[in-house]
């Protein structure tokens, strides 16, 4: 599925999710002092910055392991994500200790940030046009996996009689 998405759209939709996830911290500060309820505001400022946060250490994780020699690179990826949400999940428990409004808008933040970030992502898959079947979307980097795993356990794979006993 993502075969159409290629390297140079990355920090287009960086570039996209990152201001509009400014603009929406901005307007919700606005929107949530006018209403009388400032905390919310800032909350949900504070939960936009952990996205962005979030976001960029995941694009230097990801730098950070592919450039190891290492033959496992899973290991320190799923080490950093667990750390990085380990704080995200701290602070944000944190602060709806110190005020409830401050940390529903943390939560409130979080979650329009991953809201921005998929939909950007999917703008640009849109833009990369559609596959040409439906067999593409199914078998999209798949193929060569199913094949491997064909000799290397022809025990598990009994030759198809319906095809000629391929």
Request: glycine residues 10%; charged residues 15%.
């Given at each position: 599925?993502?075969?159409?998405?290629?390297?140079?759209?990355?920090?287009?939709?960086?570039?996209?999710?990152?201001?509009?996830?400014?603009?929406?911290?901005?307007?919700?500060?606005?929107?949530?002092?006018?209403?009388?309820?400032?905390?919310?505001?800032?909350?949900?400022?504070?939960?936009?910055?952990?996205?962005?946060?979030?976001?960029?250490?995941?694009?230097?994780?990801?730098?950070?392991?592919?450039?190891?020699?290492?033959?496992?690179?899973?290991?320190?990826?799923?080490?950093?994500?667990?750390?990085?949400?380990?704080?995200?999940?701290?602070?944000?428990?944190?602060?709806?200790?110190?005020?409830?409004?401050?940390g529903f808008g943390v939560l409130g933040g979080l979650a329009v940030f991953q809201v921005v970030l998929l939909a950007n992502v999917a703008r640009s898959m849109a833009k990369a046009?559609?596959?040409?079947?439906?067999?593409?979307?199914?078998?999209?980097?798949?193929?060569?996996?199913?094949?491997?795993?064909?000799?290397?356990?022809?025990?598990?794979?009994?030759?198809?009689?319906?095809?000629?006993?391929?």
């Open positions: 599925m993502f075969a159409h998405f290629s390297l140079p759209n990355v920090p287009d939709v960086a570039r996209r999710t990152v201001s509009t996830a400014l603009i929406l911290g901005v307007a919700a500060l606005v929107a949530c002092v006018s209403f009388g309820q400032p905390l919310l505001g800032v909350g949900a400022c504070i939960g936009l910055a952990l996205g962005t946060f979030n976001f960029r250490m995941i694009g230097n994780s990801v730098a950070r392991v592919s450039a190891r020699q290492e033959e496992n690179k899973r290991r320190p990826l799923a080490l950093n994500t667990l750390g990085r949400m380990g704080i995200i999940t701290v602070v944000t428990i944190g602060l709806l200790f110190v005020s409830t409004s401050l046009g559609p596959m040409t079947s439906v067999d593409d979307v199914i078998n999209a980097n798949v193929v060569e996996d199913n094949i491997v795993r064909k000799e290397a356990h022809p025990a598990l794979h009994p030759p198809d009689e319906s095809r000629g006993g391929e």
